[in-house]
């Protein structure tokens, strides 16, 4: 069996299988929510926006290299294209959904052009930038509410469940489209960018051009996720769509979990999200401050993420073994 | 016309701060070749230590400027040496979110020290101006433009003159020759780093006389120093200056926008930051390596 | 392939100055000069690498500086670098199977196909034992037979090696000549820079001499190794006029000992 997956290229980018499998088996867990744990559907489903969202991130941040620190401008764009669609008595979760890739997918490719050629972390800040100024514009915008906010339609306390359903559905295309781009040739043409651009542009990947490729990509799934948590959540204002945490928190999940593993992002979701929750009733202000912790000793202790240390053989002392590499 | 002139003037009195706030990024990242995206965080760090010098001990800021500096250099030092050298030879991408992750957890642990009021710094001076030619200046950006041009003077001769100066420049120039040269280029590392740190201090110090004071307060200076690395290329004291003042005076000019279209309402002010993108943007399609070179890798 | 007038500017200094040749289908160029000559140069300029200040290289009717970087493998020219930099994270099989699916065949294989591929590859360059380790974990004689496999992943008509041999013992070097032998038989036309004279001599047809940035001289090996030029590129002016004294001091001597009675040279 592991040799059939070896020969089809799974273990390789795709990462740890056992991790996989497991992610999996809780994503159809999930499903059960809305039936066992109805007073928690509210909560999963931002947990399962934000698994959506650390997804997004992975397909540009971990398996492309190019950390973006803009991805929730796409989550805002998304949550305003539905809150825009629903002012105009469009109320599809589909046309939602479909619209916020598209108009994400665009606007990636159009700000990645120039952005993306810049290499590696230049790219990173610029993203930043470009995540403040649209903070900016669209508070100041009035077709967007301004700072008031819109409202957003929503159906009936009966079938709320549909938006639980919705999130589910996004969580779970983005896996899927991760685990396709992993096993793909789209995949290796991110990982060898990651790798080494120059290398990769000898063997005859045009690097710009699948830049903007994993960013649309990320973008669209950032977008469908807040097309979703804009129906779910009833409301949008600029405060919310563009959150520091939606910012934060999938960057966080993935390095945790595993960038550039299709099981990564997931792990890292549910972790944070279960200690949050806990720590959040107790210590309401701690949320950053934790996950700047946690960014900081993930990356000198555990820089291949969870997914790596499930996979690890030789224990603790292969681990410490790995610590020591990196020093200068 | 009166108008323009006014606007010059801001800008350049703006720019001399963002020269500040851009060489110490701009060291860092020439050097060392890492974006520090915690020098926002340094900036604020700066900024507070002068306001809580001042709120508690009645220092006036300008006295503060050395505090602020000895403090954020220690502490750069440190993080360098200790958290940074770690993972040194980690591909950038490592460095990149460690500093992002200091980033989040010093702002964090200043909201829980500080809250989150917003607060600010009012010296006796700070409310005076004079008035040449129409033109109403500040007395107290003058004094922060005259301490910003000292500042980068003192840091281009140190760069030039001194020893320690020189070997930091030979190491940004060929690492493999400076090493055979003698320098010590780990200890390089970790003072080009507190150095970064120690010139973002200063430079909040500077702010605080003239902008307003909160824990997220670094993060629009540090776009806006990276931008003007970008304009003034990397490395050089020159182009730190030139930088800041070409940036501030764009800025100054940005923030008379006050639009109307149909029924909407645009005002410069407010979009500062996406001034600050569409400059880069700008920029970047007409001269990738940024006006005075060496911006991209 | 035509290389043409070839001139290459470096702020006040012209590495590279009227570089002319011409390569010929299936041969083999040995590019050679002492160090700071130009070679890697004009390797940087015939792979697209650098766009040359004056003249052009041309290969299947296109001027090579006009294609992008990433396009170059298209069009039948692949190289390895002298500072070999594998995709550290990805398999030795991975590393290869990149260049399998996006070179000059790319576009109809299949990522099946592309392991397939590159490990009919990795066979050929000897690197099938280490099929599955990450390529970080390669020794250097194996980095640089990974370099040569992913170069050929790109089914290249061309192939530019930059001192390939470099760091290898006497054993490995011979390996590797009859890999580049093997590959050339297949229908490869290389250019090989390297400083190893033997190696050189032993497998080119053609040797082209690049000093201080010119090409001196042109040829079938044995011509170009006697050449005066070439020697005094090599070994400088000053050992030549030495070596031609020294000659003329061995003439006179020799005159002399025939003049003299044999027995007074006891």
Redesign the interface.
């Known amino acids: 069996m592991s040799t059939a997956l070896?020969?089809?290229?799974l273990g390789?980018?795709t990462g740890n299988r056992t991790a996989l499998f497991i992610s999996l088996g809780l994503m159809v867990l999930l499903l059960l929510v809305p039936t066992v744990l109805p007073g928690y559907q509210t909560l999963f489903r931002t947990i399962l926006c934000f698994v959506a969202l650390a997804y997004g991130w992975n397909i540009i941040g971990g398996y492309t290299?190019y950390?973006s620190?803009g991805n929730m401008v796409f989550f805002g764009l998304g949550t305003y294209c539905a809150a825009l669609l629903s002012a105009r008595g469009i109320d599809n979760l589909f046309a939602d959904v479909g619209l916020a890739v598209v108009v994400n997918a665009a606007f990636a490719a159009v700000v990645g052009f120039?952005?993306l050629?810049?290499?590696?972390?230049?790219f990173?800040?610029?993203t930043?930038?470009?995540a403040?100024?649209?903070?900016?514009?669209v508070?100041?915008?009035?077709?967007f509410g301004g700072t008031g906010g819109l409202k957003v339609t929503q159906v009936d306390e009966a079938h709320f469940a549909i938006y639980y359903y919705a999130a589910w559905l996004v969580a779970a295309g983005a896996i899927a489209v991760t685990f396709l781009v992993a096993?793909?040739?789209l995949g290796?043409?991110f990982?060898?960018i990651?790798?080494?651009e120059?290398?990769?542009?000898?063997?005859?990947?045009?690097?710009t051009k699948y830049k903007i490729i994993a960013w649309a990509i990320s973008a669209a799934i950032a977008g469908a996720a807040g097309a979703v948590y804009a129906r779910g959540n009833g409301f949008v204002d600029p405060s919310i769509a563009f959150a520091e945490d939606f910012n934060?928190y999938p960057?966080v999940m993935t390095?945790l979990g595993g960038t550039g593993t299709v099981a990564g992002p997931f792990v890292g979701a549910l972790i944070l999200s279960g200690v949050n929750e806990t720590l959040g009733h107790t210590f309401l202000?701690?949320h950053?401050?934790f996950?700047?912790?946690?960014?900081?000793l993930v990356?000198?202790l555990l820089?291949r993420g969870l997914v790596w240390l499930i996979g690890l053989r030789g224990g603790v002392r292969t681990w410490i073994k790995s610590l020591q590499?990196?020093?200068? | 016309m009166h108008l323009l002139a006014q606007d010059l003037v801001n800008g350049i009195l703006a720019g001399g701060i963002l020269a500040v706030v851009a060489l110490g990024f701009s060291l860092v990242w020439g050097i060392m070749n890492i974006i520090n995206l915690a020098h926002g965080a340094f900036i604020m760090l700066g900024a507070f230590i002068t306001w809580q010098l001042f709120t508690s001990f009645h220092v006036d800021p300008f006295l503060s400027l050395p505090v602020s500096f000895v403090v954020l250099f220690v502490l750069g030092y440190l993080i360098q040496r200790y958290l940074i050298n770690w993972v040194a030879r980690a591909p950038v991408l490592t460095t990149f979110l460690l500093t992002f992750g200091l980033s989040l957890l010093i702002v964090n642990i200043a909201l829980l020290i500080w809250t989150g009021d917003t607060r600010g710094v009012t010296t006796a001076y700070s409310g005076s101006n004079f008035t040449v030619a129409g033109i109403t200046v500040p007395w107290a950006k003058v004094y922060t433009l005259a301490a910003a041009l000292v500042i980068t003077g003192v840091m281009y001769m140190w760069l030039h003159r001194s020893k320690t100066g020189r070997a930091i420049r030979a190491t940004s120039m060929d690492i493999g020759a400076a090493q055979l040269a003698g320098v010590r280029v780990a200890q390089i590392f970790a003072i080009v780093y507190g150095l970064g740190a120690g010139l973002a201090g200063v430079a909040g110090t500077l702010i605080s006389l003239s902008y307003s004071l909160n824990p997220a307060m670094g993060q629009p200076f540090l776009i806006k120093g990276f931008v003007v690395c970008v304009l003034g290329g990397l490395g050089s004291v020159e182009g730190a200056l030139v930088g800041g003042l070409a940036y501030g005076i764009v800025e100054a000019f940005a923030s008379q926008i006050d639009l109307t279209i149909g029924t909407q309402h645009i005002s410069g002010t407010g979009l500062q930051d996406a001034v600050a993108l569409v400059v880069l943007l700008i920029v970047l399609m007409v001269r990738p390596t940024g006006i005075m070179g060496r911006a991209t890798a | 392939m035509r290389i043409s007038d070839i001139g290459m500017r470096f702020g006040g200094l012209w590495a590279l100055s009227e570089v002319s040749f011409d390569v010929e289908r299936g041969s083999v160029v040995g590019l050679i000069g002492p160090n700071g000559s130009g070679k890697t140069t004009l390797m940087n300029v015939i792979s697209g690498v650098y766009k040359p200040t004056t003249g052009e290289v041309r290969y299947a009717g296109k001027r090579i500086a006009d294609v992008p970087a990433y396009d170059v493998c298209h069009l039948g020219i692949a190289r390895t670098f002298q500072i070999v930099k594998p995709f550290a994270s990805l398999s030795t099989r991975e590393n290869v199977a990149v260049g399998a699916m996006y070179g000059r065949n790319g576009a109809k294989r299949s990522t099946r196909a592309s392991f397939e591929r590159a490990q009919e590859l990795l066979e050929i360059v000897g690197l099938a034992r280490v099929a599955d380790r990450p390529a970080a974990e390669l020794t250097i004689p194996d980095r640089k037979r990974l370099e040569v496999a992913k170069a050929l992943a790109l089914d290249p008509d061309v192939l530019l090696l930059d001192e390939v041999m470099a760091g290898l013992n006497a054993t490995e070097v011979e390996e590797a000549l009859e890999l580049l032998r093997d590959v050339n038989r297949r229908g490869v036309t290389l250019i090989v820079v390297e400083h190893l004279m033997k190696a050189i001599v032993s497998i080119s047809t053609t040797i082209v001499v690049l000093a201080e940035g010119r090409k001196i001289a042109q040829g079938a090996p044995s011509e170009v190794l006697a050449s005066p030029q070439v020697i005094e590129a090599y070994l400088g002016s000053r050992w030549v006029k030495r070596q031609e004294q020294l000659k003329e001091i061995e003439a006179q001597r020799a005159e002399a000992m025939r003049i003299q009675p044999p027995e007074a040279t006891a």
């Open positions: 070896r020969k089809i290229g390789g980018i290299g950390v620190f120039p952005v050629r810049l290499k590696g972390h230049y990173g800040i610029a930043l930038g470009t403040l100024a649209v903070t900016d514009i508070g100041n915008l009035d077709i096993r793909s040739k290796y043409a990982v060898a990651r790798e080494n120059d290398a990769a542009a000898v063997l005859g990947i045009s690097a934060v960057i390095i202000k701690l950053s401050l996950f700047g912790a946690v960014i900081v990356v000198l820089p590499a990196y020093k200068a």
